[in-house]
């Protein structure tokens, strides 16, 4: 009882300040639509629509969470919404539908948004409900006014676009189904309209979010940075957790407690805590394994807080001390991570990044015998991922790779190499590969099960780059220092 109580002070306090900044996020909410109307224009209309609800399994529903298009440009995470933009509106530019209240389903499933709490938490004034929204395209579309501005005008530029054949309609088309897949519900609109109305055309407001999205606001990184230093705190929590005997599982409660204590609304993605052999397996998510004397702890794991989540990694060894052959790897690791550091500034891309810790990959996997040659891509053997993303409202944040980085721009440099049990004889048996598996099968067997991965999270701000997750141990003797630390303080109780 005491712990409940405890949670739910934890939460309202959370809550509190949430709304104590409410002024400031519906501000920054209400630039972001006005830069994505700038950029449509006023001949267009925007259309989104909230993520579903996803069964978990029979009559349970898996957490509900919103798509990151409509919370960027509203922070509304209730179902059953819709954002329509008009720029060239007279007044009502932005509007909103809501699900209707309902007794019966909320005693079931909880409160539904009123249009006061809709238009306090989005900042936008004109709010309708989703019964509405067909006949509201209905009217917009037929060129009549909807609803109390028949004798306005207010719509008139719309009108007057779709009038001359140059209106524009955008939605979210990305990913497109493949000629055999079933249409998803937006391609189903985009089809029903098309055979309706006419004097526009539609468009993939993909890339206009996303471009939005890549340079984050300053109330965005505000928020990404207080993300981050909630999952470096769950990161030393799971340092402090982690020794031989305690399982993978212990780890991740760990980290996930300093989640929710700390007011974030979960993690970002699923935490992946894999120790000796798992920490081969890239999204290993069971989490079922002791941990074992001599073995490495691969933990990639991060917080959402606020929609907004960094992505750390840290490797360690759960004894506290590296094992000579867990060094030569980390070494390179670390190398690699460190080179890729240098290279991310204004004005470079992902792939310049990307290129510096392959070349240092590709060398000290040379150097130990795990790769014959360093001119081709035999070392993607070992180094099986690409060391760069984008990170904000989903890990994995949507971006143009090929943008040069700029001010405002977060991303992750995670070099790795994973040395995994059984991959020289799943190889095939060409003569090239036969003469390699030959050549390194030696060195393999010294080296078999280590898998170590180094992540950190990155701001590019005006004075330079901020490495976010700078506060969680990297380097080796730093690491085996902190480990010590609290090995001892077990010992001790």
Known sequence: MIRRFLFALVVVFALRSVFASGGEFQDDLKARRARAMEQMGPQSMLVLWSAPAKVYSRDVDYKYRQDSNLYYLTGLDQEETVLVLLPGARERKEMLFIKPRDPVREHWVGHFLTREEATAQSGIAAIYLTTEFESFITSLLS??????????????????????????????????????????????????????????????????????????????????????????????????????????????????????????????????????????????????????????????????????TG???????????????????????????????????????????????????????????????????????????????????????????????????????????????????????TSENLSFIEKVRPVYEKYKNIGVRIEDSFLLTESGLKQLSAKVPRGIEEIENYMKSQSSQHAGR
């Open 143 to 308: 060129r009549t006014p909807y609803g109390s501005f028949r004798e306005q005008n207010e719509f008139d530029a719309f009108f007057r676009a779709l009038d001359s054949g140059q209106g524009r309609l955008f939605l979210i088309l990305s990913p497109r189904p493949s000629l055999s897949e079933p249409l998803d519900p937006v391609h189903q609109f985009a089809n029903r309209i098309k055979e309706r109305f006419f004097g526009f055309s539609i468009q993939d407001a993909t890339n206009l979010l996303r471009d939005l999205r890549q340079i984050k606001t300053a109330y965005e990184q505000k928020n990404l940075e207080q993300s981050v230093e909630i999952s470096n705190d769950a990161h030393l929590a799971g340092m402090r957790t982690a020794r031989p005997g305690v399982w993978e599982y212990e780890v991740e409660a760990a980290l996930e407690y300093v989640y929710r204590s700390r007011g974030a609304l979960g993690w970002g993605y699923p935490s992946i805590v894999a120790s000796g052999p798992n920490a081969t397996v890239l999204h290993y998510q069971q989490g079922t394994r002791r941990m074992e004397a001599g073995d490495l702890l691969l933990v990639d794991a991060a917080a959402n807080y606020q929609y907004l």
């Open 311 to 429: 992505d750390i990694t840290r490797t360690y060894p759960v004894s506290g001390t590296f094992s000579p052959p867990q060094k030569d790897i980390y070494r390179i690791v670390l190398a690699a991570q460190e080179q890729g550091i240098k290279a991310a500034k204004a004005g470079s891309k992902l792939a310049d990044i990307q290129k510096r810790t392959v070349e240092v990959i590709k060398d000290g996997l040379f150097k130990l015998g795990l790769v014959t040659d360093k001119s081709g891509d035999q070392y993607r053997t070992w180094s099986t991922h690409g060391a760069c993303h984008w990170i904000g409202m989903d890990v994995h944040d949507t971006g143009d790779s090929s943008r040069p980085l700029a001010p405002g721009m977060a991303f992750v440099i995670e070099p790795g190499i994973y040395i995994r049990e059984g991959v020289l004889d799943n190889l095939p048996k």
